[in-house]
């Protein structure tokens, strides 16, 4: 059982590139989550998924989007990368919404050049 | 607004006891997360307190106060391989993680 991978590893981009960090979870989790790490700062939330077919907003949703077309799958979008995107990214999943612990995927370095 | 505050360094020496503070201000409260996190690695789950108390698990246990907003993390008998970041998160209202900048911990031999 691999649990979350994240795919890039680490992915240096042009500013203006659109770019999408894909997330895949084996463990039938109903809900997904995308956080951003930056130095200094504590996770933050880009966008959710309580269960497939819905997404939500976060704190920090903005020039980012997400789809939730199955249960397996929760690819994060950058439209049109700015290097104040430049961080780590987790994608995380949990049993279902609610205080079931979170899971985190091995992330994914993103540099906006 | 919502905050967590927790000391963003600590050092301590291997085979003793070290406690990791955090206090908490959240819109509602649905509990207090603790995940360590070493170095260019995911975050790793650790413990959940919704109720006041200590929970112990092992060489870790965590405390949760709710009426002063307020929890530790508790490691005894540090090893080596305790050096990591340990992050606290409160849950809120909407069942949202709000999290710390988290505390590295350092352990000389």
């Known amino acids: 059982i691999a649990g979350i991978t994240q795919a890039p590893t680490s992915q240096i981009l042009a500013a203006g590139r659109r770019m999408t960090l894909r997330c895949t979870q084996d463990m039938r989790h109903n809900a997904m989550y995308w956080y951003r790490q930056d130095l200094g700062l504590g996770l933050r939330l880009i966008h959710y998924?309580?269960?497939?077919?819905?997404?939500g907003k976060g704190e920090v949703p903005d020039g980012y989007s997400v789809s939730r077309a199955n249960t397996d799958d929760f690819p994060l979008t950058l439209a049109s990368a700015v290097p104040s995107q430049t961080s780590v990214y987790f994608c995380?999943?949990?049993?279902?919404?609610?205080?079931?612990?979170?899971?985190f995927g091995p992330g994914t370095r993103l540099t906006v050049l | 607004g919502q905050n967590i505050d927790q000391p963003t360094e600590m050092t301590a020496t291997e085979g003793a006891i070290v406690q990791i503070n955090c206090t908490y201000q959240t819109s509602g409260f649905n509990g207090l997360f603790w995940y360590q996190q070493h170095a260019g690695e995911a975050p790793t789950f650790l413990s959940y307190?919704?109720l006041d108390g200590l929970e112990e698990k092992g060489r870790f246990s965590s405390f949760l106060s709710r009426s002063k907003g307020y929890s530790y993390l508790l490691l005894k008998e540090l090893q080596m391989k305790d050096s990591a970041s340990y992050l606290c998160a409160g849950m809120d209202s909407n069942y949202q993680l709000i999290w710390g900048a988290g505390t590295k911990l350092i352990i000389k031999p």
């Open positions: 995380a999943s949990s049993d279902s919404a609610g205080t079931d612990t979170q899971y």
């Open positions: 307190n919704v």
């Open positions: 998924s309580n269960t497939a077919g819905t997404t």
